[in-house]
């Protein structure tokens, strides 16, 4: 897929009815199929009412034609618009004649994401603004869309550009001095190495914020509720839902099953798995509901650990070490003590300071606890200037980090090397050239233009 030359064609418009449907190809050169579909060349840049014919002179379609020639065009290449009645049975016709007159060609039909693909490689645009455009049509919220929108005009790319500028300017500064070792000291005194370093660092842990705030509005968050049965869960998933989503009896072991339910907090998008209620069961069922609970549990971005509040705290102490261990890396736990209004206030006095009191019944502490889940999860409460981020993202930023941390500690008294400086930044300059695709291995990006729909 990577490599391949040949011209390519889809339907760029969602499957279903519509007013207008357009088809759109794509190639090194179209004049031959453009002459081929409608024996005449088409002036680049206008609309042309075209009428498209079966081989036995049949009108297929009235259309407008669009064309581009490249590399002023979305893929870089020749591009070939046609805007048909949006039918689907039509735009089948179509295709299937486009594909016949343009054999000669050797036109083929699109994989997904290929056009994309192809704007990539012609260097129309970078890797982070390909991947904007996929979430910019995915986007499921006005935020998402308005990050999306900022990645693709080249905020987020911009930033990341910048930030290898300068590490490429402290680079070439060390590089040239390597060859005088003597002189090491004086240099990172007199190049300002330090101040510079821990400028680009700074500048770096603003990005971070940025795209960690983006990611967490393009994906969601993924809170599992978990605890011991009857402590609440159900109960509490209602509340938060503001509908009665789960069932909720005073019987252990109801809810044996994952039910999930996507809500908004603050226009962030949650995704709420109640869970089973963790336990050891001989019944085959709920023990099956428990297994989904753990595989949850390894997937979440937050898990919630309920209790019941009149539950001494170290009666909770084997369950609360399994969850622990089950969580991913990263992945904070929650700790709540539910039923709080079966609490007499001299305990609640005494309890755990740490722990947040809730009442799913009544719904005290349900406005702390939503404030709390989003102080949690990272979200620092600006829709403003937030950029579309994905988790690659986020794990190259971090590894650049990492980079830049460990060079600042070869920079550092009495444990000078300008050799392993210049082979950190060296390294930090990598990661962040693989979000716009610089040195992306070609297996990833294959994986990742993969993702997108056909026709993208
Ligand atoms: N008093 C009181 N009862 C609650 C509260 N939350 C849940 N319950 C009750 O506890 C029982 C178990 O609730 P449920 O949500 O099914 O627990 P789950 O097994 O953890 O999902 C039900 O009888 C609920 O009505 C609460 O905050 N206060
Ligand atoms: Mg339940």
């Known amino acids: 897929m ?9 339907v760029a418009t969602a499957p279903g009815k519509a007013g207008v449907g357009v ?7 179209l004049n031959a199929i453009i002459g081929a579909l409608f024996q005449k060349n088409l002036l680049p ?4 009412l075209l009428t498209l014919h079966e081989v036995d002179g049949q009108a297929i379609d009235q259309l ?10 979305f893929t870089g290449e020749d591009v070939l618009e046609l805007q048909c009645h949006g039918g689907p049975q039509l735009l089948e016709l179509v295709m299937k004649r486009c594909l016949e007159l343009g054999k000669i060609a050797g036109l083929v039909i699109a994989e997904p994401g290929e056009f994309t693909l192809r704007a990539y490689l012609n260097n129309k645009i970078d890797l982070a603004q390909a991947e904007a455009i996929a979430d910019l049509i995915d986007a499921q919220s006005e935020a998402a869309v308005r990050g999306a929108a900022r990645s693709l005009q080249g905020v987020f790319s911009t930033d990341i550009n910048n930030l290898i500028e300068e590490i490429t300017q402290l680079r070439i500064l060390v590089e040239s001095t390597l060859d005088f070792p003597e002189e ?10 330090r101040e510079r370093l821990k400028k680009v660092s700074d500048q770096l842990a603003v990005l971070r914020q940025g795209a960690q705030q983006g990611k967490i509005l393009r994906e969601g968050i993924q809170l599992v509720l978990a605890g011991a049965p009857n402590v609440g869960k159900s109960s509490l998933l209602n509340r938060l839902a503001g509908e009665e989503v789960a069932i909720v009896t005073p019987i252990a072991g109801t809810t044996r099953d994952r039910v999930k339910e996507s809500i908004s907090i603050d226009g962030v998008p949650i995704n709420i798995i109640d869970t089973a209620g963790l336990r050891d069961t001989s ?6 509901g428990i297994e989904r609970s753990w595989d949850a549990i390894r997937l979440a971005d937050l898990v919630i650990f309920l209790r019941d509040a009149r539950t001494p705290d170290e009666e909770d102490n084997f369950l609360r070490a399994q969850i622990l261990q089950a969580i991913p890396p990263r992945c904070p736990v929650l700790e709540l003590g539910n039923k709080a209004d079966l609490l007499g206030l001299e305990v609640k006095g005494t309890a755990n300071p740490e ?14 606890l939503k404030a709390r889940i989003l102080k949690m999860v990272g979200w620092g409460g600006a829709h403003e200037g937030v950029i579309s981020a994905r988790r690659r993202h986020l794990d190259c930023l971090e590894r650049a980090a990492e980079h830049l941390h460990q060079s600042a500690a070869f920079a550092s008294h009495g444990n000078i090397s300008l050799e392993l400086f210049a082979e950190e930044l060296r390294l930090a300059q990598d990661q962040l050239g693989q979000i716009t695709g610089k040195l992306l291995p070609d297996d990833l990006l294959g994986k990742i233009f993969s ?3 056909i026709g993208k």
Not at 184 to 193: D, G, K, P, V
Not at 283 to 288: I, L, N
């Open 2 to 10: 990577m490599t391949r030359e040949l011209p390519i064609i889809a």
């Open 23 to 29: 088809i759109r190809i794509s190639g090194r050169n």
């Open 45 to 48: 840049r206008q609309a042309t």
């Open 64 to 73: 407008i034609a669009i064309y581009f020639a490249g590399p002023a065009s």
């Open 184 to 193: 090491e000291i004086e240099f990172l005194e007199s190049a300002q190495a």
């Open 283 to 288: 019944d085959v069922v709920e023990a099956k």
């Open 355 to 368: 722990t947040l009191y809730i009442s799913a019944k009544t719904g005290e502490g349900i406005d702390d």
């Open 451 to 453: 993702q997108f729909c």
